[in-house]
């Protein structure tokens, strides 16, 4: 399973690279949201994937007697997904406002605020 899941991770940075090097903002974003998801799924597979029990530990007994899901993983990719929605709600509010101030969501003719090379 470990395999299976590492190349989807593989595919996945594959994907946001190629919407990296786009011209266009959107594509980017979406390359954005790709390479977070792909992190998550590299997280969860780092933290073994397991169909144990639940991570708790019996009262009486200091610790488990079976294989158990590890929280910590899940609890990062938690976090992670939190910050991730609001840099990228943050960042598409930012676009809309950029096409709405410059008609284009095209990197190359966004240089509008930039200075021009003099020689």
Do not use: C, K, W
């Not at 488990?64 to 910050?83: E, F, K, R, S």
């Not at 943050?90 to 809309?96: K, N, Q, R, S, T």
């Amino acid at each position: 399973m470990e395999v299976i899941m590492a190349l989807t991770v593989g595919g996945m940075v594959a994907g946001a690279v190629y919407l990296f090097l786009s011209r266009q903002y959107l594509r980017v974003m979406f390359g954005v949201i790709l390479l977070s998801n792909a992190i998550n799924v590299a997280i969860l597979t780092v933290g073994r994937l397991t169909t144990g029990h639940a991570p708790l530990i019996a009262q009486g007994t200091e610790v488990m007697d079976q294989a158990a899901a590890n929280p910590l993983p899940q609890a990062l990719i938690l976090t992670a997904i939190v910050i991730g929605f609001g840099l990228l709600a943050f960042a598409l509010v930012l676009g809309y406002r950029a096409y709405q101030e410059m008609g284009t969501l095209d990197t190359g003719a966004m240089r509008v605020a930039e200075p021009e090379d003099t020689p």
